[in-house]
């Protein structure tokens, strides 16, 4: 056997390029700063413009981060923000599918529209995204090295969610298949595998967590709701030499909630 690989390179992102959409706040923030504290670069996108410049000014204090204004919601929003990124950046060698938006009334309330907003961005986002990014992910690609796409489910994808949100944890559930399906299509060149994060305090959990959020921590095997450092931690794994032999897997990073429930 070879002499193993020092920590330090095994995680490493050094001379890395990565791409983090919705990475202005919550768990895009979180996996940005991640990647960055571990040697990337890292573009960040959001739809609006000063939320971008504002986390831009943030993350740049842990290293070099630049971001653009773009909605993913749409095919053409996809489009043209690849094509902005891959003018500057011709390989990239990460891509964090994280933006996400859910939406939650009683069954009777969900009309064409709400399922609309909800999968727009959940599940064909991610597929456009992927789609025009991939020849700047071919071109970062070697053998010994496979270029990465990380996409974010979540655990509403995995088990029934309490509340009402339908359309959102029907997204997720396409996440995942989608991850696989397209862990299939890619490999060898670009290893494809989701996180599916439990509880993170961000905007989208707000309400949720200022609600529940004790009862939530409670009933979560590890008594407590997910930090930065768990988000970024399974990122930067996925990212780097230690995750390059994973493709298809749905990783929970949820501290055993849907285990139980
Ligand atoms: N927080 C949790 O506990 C949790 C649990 C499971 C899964 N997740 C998943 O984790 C991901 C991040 O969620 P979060 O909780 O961090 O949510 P968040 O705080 O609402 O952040 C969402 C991010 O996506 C961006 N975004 C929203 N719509 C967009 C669009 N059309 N085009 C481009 N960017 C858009 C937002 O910025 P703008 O508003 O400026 O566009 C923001 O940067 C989502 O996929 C979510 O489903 C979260």
Redesign the pocket.
């Known amino acids: 056997m070879s002499a193993p690989t020092p920590t330090s390179e095994l995680f490493s992102l050094s001379g890395k390029t990565a791409v983090v959409?919705?990475?202005?706040?919550?768990?895009?923030m979180m996996i940005a700063g991640g990647l960055l504290a571990a040697g990337a670069s890292v573009v960040i996108?959001?739809?609006?413009a000063d939320?971008v410049e504002a986390a831009v000014a943030e993350l740049s204090a842990t290293g070099p981060c630049t971001g653009l204004a773009?909605?993913?919601?749409t095919e053409e929003?996809a489009r043209s923000f690849a094509e902005a990124v891959m003018a500057d950046n011709p390989a990239i060698d990460i891509l964090v599918n994280?933006?996400?938006?859910?939406w939650g009334a009683p069954l009777a309330e969900h009309d064409t529209a709400s399922w609309s907003r909800v999968l727009d961005?959940?599940v064909q986002?991610v597929f456009h995204t992927t789609k025009f990014f991939l020849p700047a992910l071919e071109a970062a690609s070697s053998d010994e090295d496979p270029s990465r796409i990380i996409n974010?489910?979540?655990?509403?994808g995995i088990h029934v969610p309490i509340l009402e949100s339908y359309s959102?944890s029907a997204s997720?559930a396409a996440v995942h298949q989608l991850t696989r399906h397209l862990a299939r299509h890619l490999a060898p060149r670009i290893t494809v595998n989701a996180i599916?994060?439990?509880?993170?305090?961000?905007?989208?959990?707000a309400a949720t967590l200022e609600n529940f959020g004790d009862q939530i921590a409670a009933s979560a095997p590890l008594k407590r709701i997910?930090r930065a450092d768990d988000m970024a931690g399974t990122a930067v794994f996925l990212a780097s030499r230690a995750g390059a032999y994973l493709t298809g897997a749905i990783i929970p990073v949820d501290g055993g909630i849907a285990t139980v429930g």
């Open positions: 959409t919705g990475g202005t706040r919550g768990i895009g996108a959001s739809r609006k939320a773009a909605d993913l919601s929003g994280n933006a996400g938006a859910t961005l959940n986002g974010i489910g979540s655990i509403d959102y997720k599916a994060p439990g509880p993170f305090e961000s905007k989208m959990m997910g």
